[in-house]
Structure formats: structure tokens, C-alpha cells
């Protein structure tokens, strides 16, 4: 009951303050939003070593084609650095691939495509930054793309975004004999680089 | 889905647009103002669980509401804020605290504030829609069940989010 209430409170919080910004300039230096959206991790390149529960030292090297589909759920914070470059700052919960759900923590660049900057709709951006999982070693993410922006009125903006991605990280291993999760005593090297494209939308107040 | 009232013959026809929500993903129409009422016919996988890896496959489910509203709140001079309510009917096949999919139906009902925009022909809304009824899952020849469908009831305090283009 309490974490209904936590998230209905946070829904406000979200949405009061920018319906009562109604009649300022959109155009602001700062402005937050939320953003969601799905990803598909098309191709991993895995490699990792473990030790089986006889002893045996089991090295395994594989690429992995993937229609699984992903989501996206994110908030973000940004500045204006100029008229045609800002900055934003992304965090929430993404799914990177397969049993790989990790908390983000992005910095994304967004650059205009023409001078008078985000009074037009269209802007690149490239980010980076790192992603956190349970019990795994931190994980890189890397994304490009392209992102269109409406505006919708003074106060609230809708950004649509398509881009790519790669990623870093650390994927939990099974034995395929034992059929378990290799626990971390027994894990060597575990690395995926992960490659693939996403689509988002996001609501900018 | 948006639900603005027009008056009769003054106001779009059709609205189309997204729904987006931690419990669905989909596509919703509304149409054929008729007073203060409003038809919204939605169509959406049921995603419900899905992000936190408990349901592996999503379901698909279908709900119809017939939304009444008050005239819309000027917010500023290109916003107005819509609010609207309605009964309605519930059908699809779908998961629920357990991890079979099944067939549900019940009676419905939908609650929803939309901000209608004039620069953009969009409409952005955030609804809340709860549903009552019955879910059918089947096992084996001998192991039928039927149930009350509880995420209808439990996980309606989560809101959709709709994006409609108004033609």
C-alpha cells in the first residue's frame, strides 16, 4: 500500500509542478522529464570461464542472435548548455538483454540539428555512462541516435527518440551440466558486448 | 485514451493513439462524439509483470468504455485539462497472480484526465481503468479452474499513459 502511495506521489510530483508552470517559456534552461520506451539487444558476444563442481575449468566463447525485446523505463534531468547543446542525466530501469535488467546511470549530450536549437525538432545525441545490477559488476552502455521533439504547449514537450546501442556486461553463467547458476567463487570471466537499437518516447516538462 | 467533450458535429471525430503503462502496450481509437459521451475501444498486450521478469510472455486484452466528461479546464491558452469517467466491458487472455494465461471478461470502468493540446493536434492522458471479473485457465482435460481475476481489481491504481493524434 505504501509503495502505491509512494508512486502516486511521485506521479504528482512529476505532473503538479509543470501544470502549474503553465504560461512560462518552454524554452527554460532546465527541465526534467521521464522516458520510456523498448530495445532489442539483436547480438552478444559472450566469453566466459568457470569451474565445474568436479573441477573441470570449462572456457566458452559464443555469439547470440536475439528478438528479444526489452524496456525502458527512465527519468531524466537536463540543462541547456547552449541553444543548440544541452545536457541530460538519465537513471531508472532498463533491460540491457536476456536476464540482464540493470539501474542505469547516463549522461547524454544532445546536440541541434540547426541554430536556433531546441525550438526545432530535430537533434543527435550520443551517451554513456554505467549500469548497476544485483550481485554483477558494473556494466557500460553506450547510445546514439536521433531524437525528434514536439512541443506540445509552454510547459510540457514530447521527444521521440531512435537510436543505437552497446553494452558491456556481466551476465550471470549456468552450468550447462549441472544446469545451475555457476556461483562466484566458481566464475572466472564473465563478459558480453552487447549490440542493438531502441526506441523511446519521452514526455520533457 | 483521451476523452475531450465536444460539442456535437464541432469537435474531431477520431482520435488514435499509443498506450503505454507498466501493465500495457498498445493502441486505443476513440470516436463518434455524441453529447457529452464518448466511445474509446482499446486493444493492447498485457505487459503486467513483465519488467520485473515474473511473466515471460505478455497477454492480450481488449476493453471498450463509453467516457463522460465535463467541459474541458482551461490550463493556459494552448492547454485545456479534460477530465472524464465510464462504465465499460473487458475481455482477453491473460495472466494473473499466477503464471498461467487465461481466458478473462468483466465489466470495467475508466477514469481519465487529458491534456488537450492546440498547438499539435495530440492529446496526452493519463488513465486509470479498473476491471471486475472472471478469469477461465485450463491445465488439463480434468483441471479447470475458474477465478476471480484479481490483477483487475489489485494493480488498477497503475496509470496508462496515452498519446492520441486527433484527425
Given at each position: 500500500m505504501m509503495k502505491r502511495?509512494?508512486?502516486m506521489m511521485l506521479l504528482a510530483s512529476v505532473l503538479v509542478p509543470a501544470v502549474t508552470m503553465a504560461g512560462k517559456d518552454f524554452h527554460g534552461k532546465f527541465h526534467y522529464g521521464v522516458e520510456w520506451g523498448v530495445s532489442n539487444t539483436f547480438a552478444s558476444w559472450t566469453h566466459c570461464t568457470f569451474q565445474t563442481t568436479e573441477g573441470y575449468v570449462v572456457e566458452n566463447r559464443d555469439v547470440e542472435y536475439s528478438a528479444l525485446m526489452n524496456a525502458n523505463v527512465l527519468g531524466f534531468v537536463s540543462m541547456d548548455i547552449s541553444k543548440w547543446v544541452w545536457l541530460s542525466a538519465y537513471s531508472g530501469y532498463t533491460g540491457l538483454k536476456k536476464g540482464e535488467h540493470v539501474i542505469p546511470l547516463t549522461l547524454r549530450g544532445s546536440f541541434a540539428l540547426n541554430r536556433t536549437g531546441t525550438a526545432n525538432p530535430g537533434a543527435v545525441f550520443i551517451e554513456g555512462g554505467c549500469g548497476f545490477r544485483k550481485g554483477a559488476r558494473v556494466s557500460a552502455i553506450a547510445r546514439a541516435g536521433y531524437t525528434y521533439r514536439v512541443i506540445l504547449s509552454s510547459f510540457m514537450a514530447l521527444d521521440l527518440t531512435a537510436?543505437?546501442?552497446l553494452t558491456f556486461s556481466h551476465p550471470d553463467v549456468y552450468d550447462k551440466y549441472s544446469e545451475r547458476k555457476v556461483p562466484p567463487e566458481a566464475l572466472g570471466v564473465s563478459s558480453s558486448l552487447n549490440t542493438g537499437v531502441f526506441l523511446s518516447m519521452a514526455l520533457v516538462f | 485514451m483521451c476523452l475531450p467533450t465536444y460539442a456535437a458535429g464541432s469537435g474531431p471525430d477520431v482520435e488514435v493513439g499509443v498506450i503505454s503503462s507498466p501493465r500495457s502496450a498498445g493502441a486505443g481509437v476513440s470516436f463518434a462524439p455524441r453529447g457529452n459521451s464518448r466511445s474509446v475501444l482499446r486493444l493492447y498486450a498485457d505487459v503486467l509483470d513483465m519488467i520485473g521478469g515474473k511473466h515471460k510472455s505478455p497477454g492480450v486484452k481488449a476493453d471498450y468504455h463509453l467516457m463522460f466528461s465535463h467541459?474541458?479546464?482551461q490550463v493556459n491558452d494552448d492547454t485545456h485539462l479534460v477530465l472524464s469517467i465510464g462504465p465499460g466491458v473487458a475481455m482477453g487472455y491473460v495472466s494473473d497472480t499466477?503464471?498461467?494465461?487465461g481466458f478473462a471478461a468483466g465489466v470495467s470502468c475508466m477514469a481519465s484526465a487529458a491534456l488537450r493540446f492546440s498547438r499539435v493536434p495530440l492529446t496526452v492522458s493519463m488513465d486509470f481503468s479498473v476491471t471486475?471479473?472472471?478469469?477461465?485457465?485450463?491445465?488439463?482435460?480434468?483441471d479447470q479452474t475458474l477465478t476471480l481475476y484479481k490483477n483487475g481489481l489489485r494493480r488498477c491504481w497503475i496509470p496508462e499513459l496515452t498519446i492520441a493524434y486527433r484527425f
Amino acid at each position: 500500500m505504501m509503495k502505491r502511495l509512494h508512486i502516486m506521489m511521485l506521479l504528482a510530483s512529476v505532473l503538479v509542478p509543470a501544470v502549474t508552470m503553465a504560461g512560462k517559456d518552454f524554452h527554460g534552461k532546465f527541465h526534467y522529464g521521464v522516458e520510456w520506451g523498448v530495445s532489442n539487444t539483436f547480438a552478444s558476444w559472450t566469453h566466459c570461464t568457470f569451474q565445474t563442481t568436479e573441477g573441470y575449468v570449462v572456457e566458452n566463447r559464443d555469439v547470440e542472435y536475439s528478438a528479444l525485446m526489452n524496456a525502458n523505463v527512465l527519468g531524466f534531468v537536463s540543462m541547456d548548455i547552449s541553444k543548440w547543446v544541452w545536457l541530460s542525466a538519465y537513471s531508472g530501469y532498463t533491460g540491457l538483454k536476456k536476464g540482464e535488467h540493470v539501474i542505469p546511470l547516463t549522461l547524454r549530450g544532445s546536440f541541434a540539428l540547426n541554430r536556433t536549437g531546441t525550438a526545432n525538432p530535430g537533434a543527435v545525441f550520443i551517451e554513456g555512462g554505467c549500469g548497476f545490477r544485483k550481485g554483477a559488476r558494473v556494466s557500460a552502455i553506450a547510445r546514439a541516435g536521433y531524437t525528434y521533439r514536439v512541443i506540445l504547449s509552454s510547459f510540457m514537450a514530447l521527444d521521440l527518440t531512435a537510436g543505437a546501442h552497446l553494452t558491456f556486461s556481466h551476465p550471470d553463467v549456468y552450468d550447462k551440466y549441472s544446469e545451475r547458476k555457476v556461483p562466484p567463487e566458481a566464475l572466472g570471466v564473465s563478459s558480453s558486448l552487447n549490440t542493438g537499437v531502441f526506441l523511446s518516447m519521452a514526455l520533457v516538462f | 485514451m483521451c476523452l475531450p467533450t465536444y460539442a456535437a458535429g464541432s469537435g474531431p471525430d477520431v482520435e488514435v493513439g499509443v498506450i503505454s503503462s507498466p501493465r500495457s502496450a498498445g493502441a486505443g481509437v476513440s470516436f463518434a462524439p455524441r453529447g457529452n459521451s464518448r466511445s474509446v475501444l482499446r486493444l493492447y498486450a498485457d505487459v503486467l509483470d513483465m519488467i520485473g521478469g515474473k511473466h515471460k510472455s505478455p497477454g492480450v486484452k481488449a476493453d471498450y468504455h463509453l467516457m463522460f466528461s465535463h467541459s474541458p479546464i482551461q490550463v493556459n491558452d494552448d492547454t485545456h485539462l479534460v477530465l472524464s469517467i465510464g462504465p465499460g466491458v473487458a475481455m482477453g487472455y491473460v495472466s494473473d497472480t499466477d503464471f498461467d494465461h487465461g481466458f478473462a471478461a468483466g465489466v470495467s470502468c475508466m477514469a481519465s484526465a487529458a491534456l488537450r493540446f492546440s498547438r499539435v493536434p495530440l492529446t496526452v492522458s493519463m488513465d486509470f481503468s479498473v476491471t471486475a471479473g472472471f478469469r477461465a485457465t485450463q491445465k488439463s482435460q480434468f483441471d479447470q479452474t475458474l477465478t476471480l481475476y484479481k490483477n483487475g481489481l489489485r494493480r488498477c491504481w497503475i496509470p496508462e499513459l496515452t498519446i492520441a493524434y486527433r484527425f
